[in-house]
């Protein structure tokens, strides 16, 4: 007992000792709190403008379903039917695209050994050998349903399609499914203008295929130039309206007139355009664009 006296007393004799009342160093650590804490000058935050309405017109199309959006926020600026599915018929070769990136390199040689004659073909022919990159052109520019078939047919029929479904999911296309590598039709075969967004999107942040996708014109030749392929660009409207860019068509009687493409507006921002089932897909993008330009304005966000 006596000891927590002596330790109670000795403790608070200690307290009276150093106890620093209202002196000057007191001040000096209680109310200066910045001598003793660091603070970062603020980080300046820049947000991306985002479309808005400055007019109030809607654009006068023919397709069942469109879907405008900012590509780089991926912000929505028109839609129709949206998530609707759809027959994709050759907007699947943005998918095919993706797939055979990652599976070939550019210079790789690829020998014909099987080809196909449906549709639209750049007129391979059994024994050529010719570069993967030469077959994205055929492929993006003149929609080859041969170019596809023989891209997804070198790495093993099957598992090519198998891996254009898992790029679809990863992609985020939930409303998406492929039988196929060229989008002839067949009734399991569907997506949406949003999904195709999505790929849209995809093709264009790859600097290698969203080049392949802008040429409007090439002829290219197999590895021991035997044989040449002269490829127009599908896309009416490339060369035609300033600032359009690709990206990819479609038709077949099932689908209708498909369109993804890409356009710069005049004061630099991004769009990606999808119309899906229409008469004449590209008079619908042309009108799509002219209205975009006059009834759409970009704005900074505030915080």
Excluded: C
């Excluded at 009342?21 to 603070?39: C, E, M, V």
């Excluded at 639209?120 to 929609?143: A, D, H």
């Excluded at 990863?170 to 196929?180: D, E, G, I, Q, R």
């Amino acid at each position: 007992m006596k000891f927590h006296i002596i330790l109670f007393f000795v403790v608070f004799s200690l307290f009276l000792l150093f106890y620093p009342g209202d002196s000057q160093p007191l001040h000096t650590f209680a109310y200066n709190r910045r001598l003793f804490t660091t603070q970062a000058p603020p980080v300046p935050i820049s947000l991306d403008p985002i479309p808005v309405a400055t007019g109030s017109a809607l654009p006068v199309i023919t397709a069942e379903s469109a879907y405008l959006t900012d590509r780089k926020t991926l912000s929505p600026i028109y839609s129709l039917n949206e998530k609707v599915r759809m027959f994709p018929a050759s907007t699947t070769k943005l998918i095919t695209a993706l797939v055979a990136f990652d599976l070939y390199k550019p210079d790789e040689v690829v020998e014909i050994h099987k080809t196909i004659a449906d549709g639209q073909v750049m007129g391979l022919v059994v024994g050529e050998k010719i570069t993967f990159e030469n077959l994205l052109y055929g492929l993006l520019v003149y929609s080859g349903n041969d170019a596809a078939f023989a891209l997804a047919n070198e790495k093993g029929y099957d598992q090519f399609i198998q891996k254009m479904n898992e790029k679809a999911q990863a992609l985020h296309m939930n409303n998406s499914h492929f039988v196929n590598p060229h989008g002839l039709h067949n009734p399991e075969q569907y997506t949406t203008a949003y999904d195709l967004t999505l790929a849209a999107r995809a093709v264009l942040d790859n600097p290698y295929l969203a080049k392949i996708g802008s040429t409007k014109e090439i002829t290219i030749s197999d590895v021991d130039f035997k044989y040449f392929h002269r490829l127009a660009n599908v896309n009416q409207l490339l060369g035609v309206i300033p600032g359009i860019g690709g990206l990819k068509t479609g038709y077949t009687e099932e689908a209708g007139q498909n369109l993804v493409t890409l356009y710069k507006r005049h004061d630099g921002n991004e769009i990606i355009i999808v119309v899906l089932h229409s008469l004449d897909r590209f008079t619908d993008t042309a009108n799509l664009v002219y209205w975009n330009e006059g009834n759409i304005g970009y704005v900074s966000p505030k915080l």
